[in-house]
């Protein structure tokens, strides 16, 4: 027939797949902005973090602190966070699911398991990459400068 | 008695912007294992300076500071830390207490830097300053003759050699004050804990058994 054209089935499952290639470079291109955020997010609250607590940093090493438990504080501190993160994010997927299911039963959300995996994993990667520098700073500063701070 | 803490020549220089500001100017000071000395001088003499140095928290310029035999000019950063770990405590006189822990985990954490068992000792310290039923309470739930007692018990839970006390009083009313003195004092008599206490007030300077004064960066003559 005119205007019609006929594939076979591997032609079209090469056009399907093509077509992912697209979405998993968009999903890539998400993920790799989710996890620049995390990172800067991460940054922020722990940079402040330790510059609102400079005093007790200077406490701390005044009982005789060393720098490695000072930048494990932080670092766990950092983790505390970034595992609160997780199980939140955890919960509100499983949260969307529920409820797009709930609204459209017919409908197939399929999240495997290792996607909760690359999730945790990007959020532990981000968390350690944004703690690194305020966790050095609070580990190298000067007690008495921090216990002179306002 | 044997010397347990002396500095030797101790000059601190701060370099500011406008122009270099020497703190110290080579003071000598030796104190006895089991002392109770007081240093007073007006503010801006130094005195604040001379305890950060001897309490290992800051480097001097020149001179340098013996710790129970060790000469710390020659030791490394970590090594300084070791030794204000096993050898000093300090109590300020902001209190400078964690806000969000209880008093009880405030004194226990200094243990818990020593990885050594912290609760049960930290408890027996409270006890030991009048605040065993207070122990739960949080900084901001105490008044601040307590605030401070809380932290003379995380400066000696670590049984210390050395108790170094900066204005120890200096933030709190005279009744508070005794308290804290006579509690300072009563862990000095049958202990034998040494005691360096920073004061610009001559009735706290009057409890300890040596008074050294500062004037300018140096030791004054008596």
Redesign the interface.
């Known amino acids: 027939m005119r205007g019609l054209r006929a594939i076979t089935f591997d032609e079209y499952y090469d056009i399907l797949a093509s077509s992912f290639v697209d979405m998993d470079l968009v999903i890539g291109s998400v993920v790799f902005v989710a996890g620049f955020v995390c990172f800067l997010v991460i940054l922020l609250t722990v940079y402040t973090m330790v510059v609102e607590r400079t005093?007790?940093i200077?406490?701390?090493?005044?009982?005789?602190?060393?720098?490695t438990?000072v930048f494990g504080l932080v670092m766990a501190e950092a983790g505390l966070i970034c595992a609160a993160g997780i199980v939140a994010g955890f919960l509100l997927t499983w949260a969307s699911r529920a409820l797009i299911l709930d609204l459209q039963p017919l409908w197939t959300v399929d999240i495997p398991a290792v996607r909760f995996a690359y999730a945790a994993a990007l959020a532990a990667g981000g968390t350690v990459l944004g703690a690194l520098h305020p966790a050095r700073r609070a580990a190298r500063q000067?007690?008495?400068e921090s216990?002179r701070y306002e | 008695m044997e010397t347990i803490l002396e500095a030797r020549g101790l000059t601190k220089v701060y370099r500011t912007r406008a122009a270099p500001t020497a703190a110290l100017r080579g003071v000598d000071l030796a104190v006895r294992r089991g002392e109770f000395i007081s240093v007073m001088g007006p503010s801006g003499c130094g005195k604040s300076t001379l305890l950060y140095l001897l309490g290992l928290l800051a480097t001097p310029t020149e001179g340098t500071v013996v710790l129970d035999g060790t000469d710390t000019g020659a030791i490394s950063d970590g090594r300084r830390t070791h030794l204000r770990r096993r050898h000093i405590g300090f109590v300020f006189q902001r209190f400078n207490l964690l806000a969000a822990l209880s008093a009880e985990d405030n004194v226990a954490i200094a243990l818990r830097l020593r990885h050594e068992a912290a609760q049960s000792r930290a408890r027996e310290m409270l006890a030991a300053v009048g605040l065993d039923d207070k122990r739960r309470r949080h900084p901001s739930e105490l008044s601040v003759g307590e605030q401070q007692r809380v932290a003379i018990a995380r400066a000696l839970v670590t049984r210390p050699d050395v108790l170094l006390a900066d204005e120890p009083t200096g933030n709190l009313d005279s009744e508070a004050s005794d308290r804290v003195l006579d509690l300072i004092g009563r862990f000095h008599q049958p202990s034998g804990q040494t005691i360096v206490l920073i004061t610009h007030n001559e009735k706290v300077a009057e409890r300890a058994e040596r008074l050294v004064r500062m004037r300018d960066g140096r030791i004054a003559p008596n």
Not at chain 1, 58 to 67: E, P, Q, Y
């Open positions: 005093r007790e200077g406490v701390l090493k005044a009982m005789g602190a060393s720098r438990q000067d007690p008495v216990l």
